[in-house]
């Protein structure tokens, strides 16, 4: 078993000089992945990778001492400098990402200088890691500011374990779209083995995503890339449940609790925490307390709310801007409700240690998590967790991700002034019931605590290296491949049988487009002129099509799946008789759904009828294939019809017309000695199924298939075809 090196932006430790004794100085990291793993991974043979948090520079001689101290903390660092740090983190990470994924679209900056020095930072991790990951070692790596890493370490180790876990929202294809790194951004994650997300929406907005702009299909959370799978899930990040609920066990916590309680007097305490960020919703927080002690005079004097600011990215001109909003907000409500005994709003625009987080949040009797739009938000688990005695109540932003698992909370709408003043008047004078919710609450984050989370996320790891084994054990290898070409040499009898489409050529958008190549053309005249070999292409095509392209070429043709046969040097004749006048029923309904999905289009084949929906939207061309399959099933149940979906169509044709048919009618002319088949999709399975035991048949592409073998692309069956006809 291998080690797990964590690769996230910022260590665990972060390490500055003291202006005074010039010496070094290390403190623990305040962000919440940090908080997060940093119990766990101490646990674990585990390596944390990242920036220590300090630019190169202002480290001067003191670099070999903080890989020596940090080393001894299980910590490697990424040395960075000033300028790397600002276009970076300051610049892509913060300025370009954080904005867009967290929907405040209107604050993204799209500069290309920010983008180049984002990639270069995502190089020199790798660079970084080149030098220590080992065979069998697991490389998990951490949010927003590493996308690109996961593809840059699988083309150094192609096959490393890798994973790549997103903390914060993933958002819309509509809102994703707007920005203009948007493929690179989801190959770069596409690198890795497994991608996390906190919830199915962020799992659902991804794959959307993916399939608009990468074009690849999914099958239950399984992306398919061609070479190799990826599976997509949600991972509910969890807490150290176990620290959070005895903290008040502590002598040091309970001294703190004592010196709260003095200071609040009998006032009921509404707690705030969060990171001084505008997508927290702190202005609107306050709004929406002012408000509060407006339309409810009588909790005036008896209640205070603690608000906890934790300064962030104080280098971002929105954040400077929002620290003067947060500071003049505060004054006024505290000019206009306070008196000389009480002051409403206590406001710390500081970091807390522990001792004073979990003091706070055992003394608390309202929680205010109200941001706008957040990943996760640790913040409201560790409150329910603290609240040993179940005395406490939790309001929650619907727009956080820990709402999807916290649903006895009291859910608002942050952006609802309306709603969080509703929400706090409730909370204050709820009864017992707030016992019952914390202790469902409570079960449920003690299941799923943060080793819980940790073991999920390796686990699934594990299950999609093991997918793609078993994949790979399928694919055609090298030693196979010389079989073949043996094989192939000795025989005087030899059958090839080939699709067309995704198979031979590339898909194209229109149909029309994609004909042969000169170099397919060279390949197949080579092959169809040996007095050996039989070729046919077997294709969905019509047979004037297939005259156009391949007729002159000495090989076979099946053309519409198997309705129309051409034998070398023949003509073209039906495999039975055939009726086509079912299509008057069946065309108007197929053009209602070419107008209803924008970019889709009707084929008229001679006896079939083909809906092609490739270029149209990939959701709605979704619903509609299903929408439509469902609807030619009933009206074809009683004309003898087969309804086929393939690659990005749905075809209607004679339900006893297939491509393995077709291919009886050669394989049973003599006795072969070497049989290839080769197909993408699955009108070929039946054309696997057909072959003797002993025949190649090669599935273009990694899905399930009858196929002996599998290949990534049409390209690899080019090649092998090419290699045919030098033997």
């Given amino acids: 078993m291998g080690r797990i090196l964590i690769v996230s932006n910022r260590l665990p430790l972060s390490v ?17 992945l940090a908080t997060g793993l940093g119990s766990v991974y101490r646990s674990q043979d585990a390596l944390w990778v990242g920036w220590p948090g300090m630019p190169r520079e202002r480290l001067g001689d003191h670099l070999e001492e903080v890989v020596e101290r940090l080393r001894a903390e299980s910590c490697h660092p990424v040395f960075l400098t000033q300028a790397e740090v600002e276009s970076y983190y300051f610049g892509f990470s913060n300025r370009t990402i954080w904005p867009l994924f967290h929907y405040f679209s209107l604050y993204a900056v799209y500069s290309q200088t920010l983008w180049e020095g984002y990639r270069r930072v995502n190089e020199i991790f790798c660079e ?22 996961p593809s840059l370490v699988r083309r150094r180790f192609p096959e490393a374990k890798v994973g790549f876990f997103l903390h914060i929202p993933f958002p819309s294809f509509e809102v994703f779209r707007l920005l203009p790194w948007r493929r690179e951004l989801l190959e770069g994650m596409l690198g890795a083995d497994l991608i996390g997300f906190h919830t199915y929406d962020y799992v659902r907005h991804f794959i959307e995503s993916v399939r608009h702009v990468l074009g690849y299909e999914h099958s239950l959370g399984q992306v398919n890339l061609g070479d190799r799978v990826v599976q997509v899930d949600a991972f509910p990040m969890g807490i150290d449940y176990e620290r959070y609920a005895r903290a008040a066990e502590d002598p040091a916590v309970q001294q703190e609790i004592a010196r709260i309680r003095r200071k609040v007097g009998d006032r009921k305490v509404i707690l705030s925490v969060d990171r001084l960020d505008y997508t927290k919703g702190i202005p609107q927080r306050l709004e929406a307390f002012d408000r509060f002690l407006e339309q409810h005079p009588q909790w005036r004097e008896k209640v205070v709310l603690i608000l906890v600011a934790v300064p962030s990215r ?65 913040i409201a688990k560790e409150f329910v967790a603290s609240k040993v005695d179940g ?18 909370a009291i859910i608002v709408n942050p952006n609802s002034e309306q709603d969080v003043v509703n929400a706090l008047s409730e909370a204050l004078s709820m009864s017992e019931e707030q016992v019952e919710r914390n202790r469902k609450m409570q079960r449920r984050l003690q299941r799923y605590h943060i080793c819980r989370w940790v073991s999920d996320f390796l686990d699934r790891l594990e299950y999609i290296k093991g997918v793609q084994r078993d994949m790979a054990a399928r694919r055609l290898t090298p030693e196979v491949r010389r079989e073949m070409m043996e094989r192939y040499r000795r025989s005087r009898a030899r059958l090839l049988l080939l699709d ?7 898909f194209s958008e229109r149909p029309e487009r994609a004909g042969p190549d000169p170099e397919l053309r060279e390949v197949l005249k080579l092959l169809a002129q040996h007095p050996n070999n039989e070729v046919m292409v077997i294709s969905g095509r019509d047979k004037a099509i297939l005259d156009q392209w391949l007729g002159d070429l000495g090989l076979a043709l099946v053309a519409e799946h198997g309705v129309w046969i051409r034998e070398r040097g023949g003509a073209w004749e039906m ?14 309904i197929l053009e209602i759904y070419v107008d209803r999905t924008p970019g889709s289009f009707l084929e008229e084949k001679e006896f079939s009828l083909v809906w092609h929906y490739r270029k149209a939207d990939p959701e709605l061309a979704s619903v509609r294939a299903r929408e439509l399959k469902e609807a030619l099933l009933y009206l074809t149940a009683n004309l003898k019809l087969g309804v086929m979906e393939g690659s990005g169509v749905i075809e209607i044709k004679d339900a006893g017309i297939n491509k393995g048919r077709a291919a009886m009618r050669w394989l049973g002319k003599r006795r072969w000695g070497f049989i290839l088949a080769a197909g993408d999709d699955w009108t070929d399975e039946d054309l696997f199924a057909a072959l003797p035991p002993g025949a190649y048949s090669i599935k273009v592409g990694l899905s399930p298939s009858r196929a002996r073998f599998n290949v990534a692309t049409h390209r690899e069956v080019r090649g092998l075809l090419r290699e045919l006809t030098l033997r």
């Fill in 391 to 408: 005395k406490g109540v939790l309001i929650l932003s619907e727009m956080a991700g820990a709402a999807k698992e916290l649903g006895e």
């Fill in 500 to 506: 067309y489409d995704g198979t031979l050529v590339p």
């Fill in 314 to 378: 104080m280098g971002v001109e929105h954040y400077m801007m929002l620290k003067r909003q947060v500071d003049e907000l505060i004054g006024r409500i505290n000019g206009k409700y306070g008196s000389l005994g009480w002051v409403p709003i206590w406001y710390l625009y500081r970091s807390l240690p522990f001792v004073n987080l979990a003091a706070l949040y055992h003394v608390t009797d309202v929680a205010l998590v109200t941001p706008l739009r957040d990943g996760m938000n640790l």
């Fill in 575 to 588: 495999i039975e008789p055939l009726r086509n006048d079912w299509k008057e029923q069946v065309r108007p």
């Fill in 128 to 149: 970084v890691l080149s030098d220590l990951v080992r065979e069998g070692d697991t490389v998990w790596i951490h949010d927003y500011h590493l996308m690109l890493l």
């Fill in 16 to 32: 500055s000089v003291s202006k005074r004794t010039g010496r070094l100085e290390f403190q623990r990291s305040a962000g919440g």
